[in-house]
Structure formats: structure tokens, C-alpha cells
């Protein structure tokens, strides 16, 4: 979700038995496509794409050798899980070994999870806080704001209010604010 910056009702069902095809990304929905070393990923029906009018695609590029690799960590998932291609995308092995879809809950723990292994206060997070981050690392990019509305098919502006200052930015806001005032009032003049 991160570098998707979807929303997890794109991504999961409420339950098992509300997955719906149409709705949730499903294994077929995801592409590896070689000569980009990308995965290119379909949606057909968004919070901003509720009449199927288009499909959003989003492609996620991989970065070989990397330990975070979308491209290998999909390949291995995909692998280790096996699945018919209208299956959810989102699969793991229930106690009985059986596949079974990941859903809003799995997926609220599993961020919760993480987020207390990093030793910061699971209470603070949630899956959305993915999107969110996600955002806010795009736009601290340099990327021009079109392209984190794009990946995230906002239709408004709100997006931007996801973005967290870090110190980077702020020392370069004041830098540049400096940069001007010395321009205006150079050393030695009146």
C-alpha cells in the first residue's frame, strides 16, 4: 500500500466472504512485465472509480538486488502461494494449511505488527497510515504533486494534506528563505 498508496478496499475484503472480483485486486490484476523490470498492477473500481468508466494502472518499479524489491518479493510470494488467477491477490496459509484470503483485520494487524517490531506505538497506526505515508514519501521525492495524485487517483487536492514536513524540507524552506533575504541585502550594502 505504501508505494501503491491505494486504499485497503482495493487491496482486501471486510471478510472472506465479501471478496468480489470487481473490487479487490486479484492475482491476474498484478503483471510482472520484464523488459521494465516492473509490476504493473489493474483496478477496476476506486472511491474515485465507482462506474468502471476507466481502469487505474499503476505500475511499481523493482530495484534488483535490492532487500526490498517489489518485483523479487512479489515473484517469492507468488511462488510460496500459488493461486488461481481470479484468487485474491492477498493469500496466506490458515492453521489448516488452507489459502485464504487476507482481509481488513489481517491486514490492520499484521501493519500493528510491524509497526511495534520498529518499536513505535501500535495505537498510532493503521493500514491507512500506509497511504498516507506513501503519499508523504512521494511528495518529499521531488516528484511533482500530479504524479503522487495520479498514483493514488485523487480527484482532489486533499492528498496534500498527508504530507509531514521532515527536517530535510524544513532546513531547505529556510534555506531558501535565507537565500533570498541575502540576494535582497547583499554583505556590505545599505
Not at 479487490?24 to 468508466?53: G, I, M, S
Not at 520498529?118 to 514519501?137: F, K, T, W
Not at 486533499?158 to 514536513?165: Q, S, V, W
Request: proline share 6%; charged share 20%.
Amino acid at each position: 500500500m505504501y508505494a501503491l498508496r491505494v486504499y485497503r478496499s482495493n487491496l482486501v475484503p471486510g471478510s472472506s466472504a465479501l471478496f468480489e472480483g470487481r473490487k479487490h485486486l486479484r492475482r491476474c490484476d498484478v503483471v510482472f512485465v520484464p523488459e521494465l523490470y516492473a509490476l504493473r498492477l489493474t483496478l477496476r473500481e476506486t472511491k474515485t472509480l465507482q462506474f468502471r468508466e476507466r481502469e487505474h494502472v499503476i505500475f511499481v518499479t523493482g530495484s534488483k538486488g535490492a532487500p526490498l524489491d517489489p518485483v523479487r518479493l512479489y515473484q517469492d510470494y507468488v511462488a510460496a502461494h500459488p493461486a488461481a488467477p481470479t484468487d485474491p491477490f492477498f493469500m496466506f496459509r490458515g492453521a489448516d494449511g488452507v489459502l485464504q484470503p487476507l482481509t481488513f483485520d489481517g491486514l490492520a494487524s499484521g501493519v500493528k505488527e510491524l509497526v511495534a517490531l520498529l518499536g513505535l506505538d501500535p495505537s498510532q497506526y493503521a493500514s491507512h497510515s500506509l497511504r498516507h505515508g506513501g503519499a508523504s514519501g512521494a511528495l518529499a521525492s521531488g516528484l511533482a504533486p500530479f504524479f503522487t495524485r495520479f498514483q493514488g487517483d485523487w480527484k482532489s487536492e486533499c492528498y496534500l494534506r498527508y504530507y509531514t514536513l521532515g527536517l530535510r524540507d524544513m532546513l531547505r524552506i529556510s534555506a531558501a528563505m535565507l537565500s533570498q533575504v541575502n540576494r535582497a541585502w547583499p554583505a556590505g550594502g545599505s
